[in-house]
């Protein structure tokens, strides 16, 4: 088994549960649609070298097999779903929690069930301290389990005209262009009364910094299909209702204390704990 991913891998964490095994044929999806390996990471509850592995399958021979059972049952899976991705797998040692931010550092995304908790309604610890730790983008599986991937559907990206979100497009092309999808690209700003006496059209000074923050992204990715939807409103709740039509939301993290920089770190985080579609998390 390989131990570490580079930087074109696509990492996917796993347990035994549906959602890890959903999450892993997303992951698999994602990397066919990349032309990057797929490497599957199970971790093992302590730091795992080569001597423990070997006490491991002498005294402890059920939690070894377990685990390898869990990452051979999530490769068959995977591998039904695109035979020709290139698919590994490793036992890292350690919490999930510090295996993944670990592998992150040389993975291009590292991707997540959303481990639900307090019936569905929010996400698990584990996911939450991955997507705020990651050395790389963070995608998060949401969705029913089971049910088909919405391949036709587009990829919403949300944009905020400063730097925090410059990741996000990058990415939110990037994928678009290689699922042969629409990109539907969202900026919000407060909608508020002005001051009698005062006019601005303010929907036009937001549409212009949107048009300006896409522009050479359209010209280096001219095949995607670009939806530019200047929204008033505030940005978790314009985001979350756009993703029920979306197969994919891409937003930035940790955003600056200004009126106008709409993807707060708490955004992100709140669209993780209720977006119904796979959220991937971009950090500047």
């Not at 670009?226 to 939301?249: H, T, W």
Request: with cysteine; hydrophobic share 45%; aromatic share 4%.
């Amino acid at each position: 088994m390989v131990t570490r991913a580079d930087h074109n891998t696509i990492v996917v964490g796993v347990d035994d549960s549906a959602t890890a095994l959903n999450a892993a044929r997303w992951a698999a999806y994602l990397a066919g649609a990349l032309h990057a390996p797929l490497l599957i990471a199970h971790a093992l509850p302590h730091p795992h070298t080569v001597a423990q592995q070997l006490a491991d399958r002498v005294h402890a021979p059920h939690a070894y097999d377990a685990a390898t059972q869990t990452l051979d049952r999530t490769c068959r899976l995977v591998r039904t779903c695109d035979p020709e991705l290139t698919v590994e797998a490793t036992l890292p040692g350690g919490p999930p929690t510090k295996a993944l931010v670990e592998l992150s550092a040389h993975a291009r995304i590292v991707v997540v069930g959303a481990q639900s908790a307090y019936e569905g309604r929010l996400i698990g610890s584990t996911t939450v301290h991955v997507a705020e730790h990651a050395h790389c983008p963070v995608g998060v599986w949401r969705g029913a389990n089971g049910r088909p991937i919405p391949r036709g559907k587009p990829v919403v990206v949300g944009v905020d005209g400063t730097e925090l979100s410059i990741p996000a497009i990058a990415h939110g092309f990037e994928i678009a262009a290689a699922l042969g999808v629409p990109l539907a690209a969202v900026h919000c700003w407060p909608s508020r009364i002005e001051p009698v006496g005062h006019h601005l059209d303010r929907g036009e000074q937001e549409r212009t910094l949107l048009a300006e923050s896409l522009a050479g992204w359209c010209t280096e990715y001219p095949d995607v299909e670009v939806i530019e939807m200047p929204v008033p409103g505030l940005a978790r709740s314009v985001l979350n209702e756009m993703a029920q039509d979306a197969q994919l939301l891409v937003v930035g993290s940790h955003g600056y204390s200004t009126a106008t920089a709409l993807l707060f770190g708490s955004t992100s985080r709140d669209l993780l704990h209720h977006t119904s579609c796979p959220v991937l998390v971009c950090r500047s």
